[in-house]
């Protein structure tokens, strides 16, 4: 070789001496120390991208002085989130007032005259207007006439395939009527297939109007009144609580209940990838009993949902024990969770979330009374390690979960789930598993104990079951960040997974959210929040092929990166502009005055300091419209270390 080729060439593996391997290795070791010790992502040098500085947020109450001259009030965290969302409201409520009349867009009829609609129908039945003023066609067939073989959302689907001169038509090109038999088979939008806990509007009014039957109840939450008042020397005087089939949680891949993010569709999708055991999102018991629409929608329960268990937070005895009661006799679930965990001020104010765990004696009566009123259902509850830390004991730093371990299990819990952190240090501080394994020695009854807390990895999960004391582990971030977790804990395996199959991923959302939501034009507005929404965190996924180190920790934060190809490189970018395309991919164009502000923002993936290391950017100049023509030519795969295309070319 001569000496000018040497200059420009990387020396061959098999001319290397022993002394120059050890040292390549020795400096790999140094790197993946330094980066973890800075809580960095190590990733491999030839996918580092050059440091940019985070673009800042602009946000009216950031400016230094308002309107008229005064110094600007200073924001505080959480703050205005809902004048942030305020443009995607704005375009949703633009959505709802242009549709048609839902039965006259699914059956071609509204009650007989399709220009007037039945008698006190308030909606649109213009059928010209609606078809002048209906924006162009998404591309590609409607995913719901694709599944069901009829697309509910009718004539106002935003996807071709089934509207045949205005009219509405089933895949096999029947033109749909009130007398069709989709008419009893597919109720129509609001009530999709395989869904069940879709509630009447008898049984929503009787919630409403106060009239429902909770007498069952009443005499148990009357029952722990006499006791706590010193009538009666049993908890639960006179009232018999049933023997229920137990509740076996051992070894099962369990989702936790997650808040905005666990919607159906979105538990749908682990489910394909192999969760085996799926919790809904919390409930508040008060607004169930009174009829609130948007909280019993989160009751809602896909038929893919082999095990599925609803969760409700709330702090008074009577409501609980009513709330049990309504679960027991009207949803379709296996078990009722008690969230004793939330750390957010709204249900603190209730007495609820985690602040019950400081409420010992409600807790008691929270747990006794749904037992007793939940006659075939196993309860379960959920908490914190504490709600703050009690100062005046030095016991394990003031935390109290394993005084509660014991007495749960003489009130009445099958199952009891432990979140490794206070409500206080929220995500802060790593989940603490030796504390979890103490509460596990606490148990009598030998009851289920489920761990939580930072699980990215099937190592760590298996780690946990075998030394902590936990009898299965639920995944909470983890799944978030990579829903194919459970996958890697079902197969034991580190998953490697591509760009266009991320993507493909994300289209199975979007098209379980479309059977969720509807097709329509306010469906797709829809699934296309909850869509931004997950890829807010999935956006964190650092690729397994681009780390030196395995297996990858959830507080790992990655340096500025481009991924093996512009898709990759587009799926972690940390800008709401790229995920807003990335749904554009699949959705079509986003209305007028759209704009996003995730709703979660996990207090561990703060944008670093000024001088710290950023987080992934996206690298790309190119349009959506460029990223889908690559990665159908190359199945996602653009270039690879050593092409022509190399990583730095890009930033």
Known sequence: MEGGDSAEHPVAEESRSPDDVVTAEEARQRRVQEACARGEAPIRPEYLAAPTAPPKREHPAEASQTGDGEPAKKRKRGMNKNKDRAGNSNAMKAVRSSQLCSRLAYLNACGGDAQTGAAGCKQSHDIEQFFAAKPPAIPGKCPVLETLGVCPAGLNCRFDGHIVDRKNVDKAGNVLSPDSTWASEVPGIGHPSG???????????????????????????????????????????????????????????????????????????????????????MALASTILEG??????????????????????????????????????????????????????????????????????????????????????????????????????????????????????????????????????????????????????????QTPFVGCGDVMSFEEAEEHCRSHGVDAVMIGRGALMKPWIFTELAERRHWDISASERFDLTRDFVNFGLDHWGADARGVETTRRFLLEMLSFTCRYVPIGLLEAMPPKINWRPRPYVGRSDLETKLASQSAKDWIEISEMLLGKVPEGFSFTPKHKSASYEPPAEGQAPQAVSALTGGAAEIVTAMEATDGQNWLPGTAAQPSSNV
């Open 195 to 281: 869904e069940t806990n879709i509630f009447g509007f008898d049984l929503v009014g009787q919630l409403r109007k106060k009239v429902f039957d909770f007498s069952r109840s009443q005499d148990i939450a009357k029952a722990w009144q006499r006791y706590c008042s010193g009538g009666c020397e049993e908890p639960l005087g006179g009232i018999v609580v049933p023997e229920r089939k137990p509740l076996d949680l051992r070894g099962k891949r369990i989702l936790a209940p997650l808040t905005t993010v666990g919607n159906l569709p979105f538990r749908r999708l682990c489910v394909k990838l192999g969760c085996e055991v799926t919790v809904g999102e």
């Open 292 to 445: 609130g629409a948007g909280e019993l929608a989160l009751l809602r329960r896909h038929a893919s949902e082999k095990c599925f268990g609803v969760q409700v937070a709330g702090g008074d005895v009577e409501a609980m024990a009513k709330l049990a009661q309504f679960v027991d006799e009207h949803v379709d679930c296996d078990f009722v969770d008690i969230n004793c965990g939330c750390p957010l001020e709204d249900v603190h104010k209730r007495g609820a979330g985690s602040r019950l765990m400081a409420r010992t004696k409600a807790m008691e009566g929270v747990v006794r009374c749904m037992s007793a009123a939940l006659r075939t259902k196993p309860l379960t509850l959920k908490m914190r390690t504490a709600d703050c830390e009690d100062r005046k004991s030095a016991e394990f730093g003031g935390r109290y979960a394993h005084k509660l371990v014991p007495r749960l299990e003489e009130w009445g819990v099958s199952a009891i789930t432990l979140h490794g952190r206070t409500a206080r240090q929220r995500y802060t501080k790593l989940a603490d598993w030796g504390y979890m394994s103490e509460c596990s020695t606490r148990r009598v009854r």
